[in-house]
């Protein structure tokens, strides 16, 4: 039934398109007021390979459509997306296939660590950042509250899910009061930071193609505020500060922009040096590497073949 109608949704609007005889689609409606409901309705294409679009309205009170008009074939199709809703209509077994896919391409024990956003969009947009590039989690320093502390609650969070796309649902975040409760937590299981800034700051300081980030089995990668950046404690307690490279008047990125840069980096190392050693008790070379590139296909879902190993 998939291959015959556009699966891309709009909150107000449904576009599908029809290419066969008799195919049925059902639409699920939730309620108004505070109880949900279920209001399902079917709609059929009448007649022999008809190509037609059918425009559903979101609405509780629309009454069901029994034969819906059939427009001419060459009529243009209006496509809109919403990735929140695209989310819900993937079918379980393709879900549960990129879940399994994506498992062994992401970087163990790294963490992203954002210390006091003001912005919810750039929270959740790192947290997009993070599960886009195999990061494992995602730790926010919340000394103002803004977060739940638990991470179900972020899952059902209109404004996490909305500007993380959904990422939020799959990538674990946890939130602290502090600084201090924050990289007690990182160093009381043995993990590592490394902060970053445009500025020389700290112990050691390189540019991000300079560091070597798999010298240490748990590592925590720091982004700080938008506007103060990194804090002093946070500085004093890492091992180095990494900046990106830059080369116009202005030096400075925003959030967003700096912690896909940066991630980018890190999980590409972590990721080629775990294809092809082991950590942990079973530490050594790989008789066989890993594969570190997932293969890329048309149409949105991607295999746990790859593209070839390293």
Known sequence: MHEHFDRRFDPAVCHLH???LGLAIRSRQYATSAQAYENQRQFTVP???VSSIIYLMRLPDVAAIESPRALDSDAPLVRTSLMETLEAQKPRVSVRKRAAAVKSFRCKNLVAVVEDPNDIRNIGTVIRNANALGVER???VDPRKALPDDWQQMRQRKSLSETSVSAVKW???KRFDSTDACLSHLEK?????????PHIKGKT??????????QHTKLAVWFGNEKRGISTLAVERSEMCVAIPMFGMIESLNLGTSSGIVLYEIAKQRREYQSKYRRGRRKGKRAEPLPTVMRREVGGFASSETEGQT
């Not at 300081?205 to 798999?214: A, K, P, R």
Request: charged letters at 10%; aromatic letters at 20%.
């Open 18 to 20: 029809f290419d066969s």
């Open 47 to 49: 007649g022999p390979c």
């Open 138 to 140: 995602v730790y926010i």
């Open 171 to 173: 990538t674990f975040v």
């Open 189 to 197: 299981h043995g993990f590592v930071s490394v902060v970053t800034s």
């Open 205 to 214: 300081s390189v540019f991000l193609h300079e560091g070597d980030y798999t």
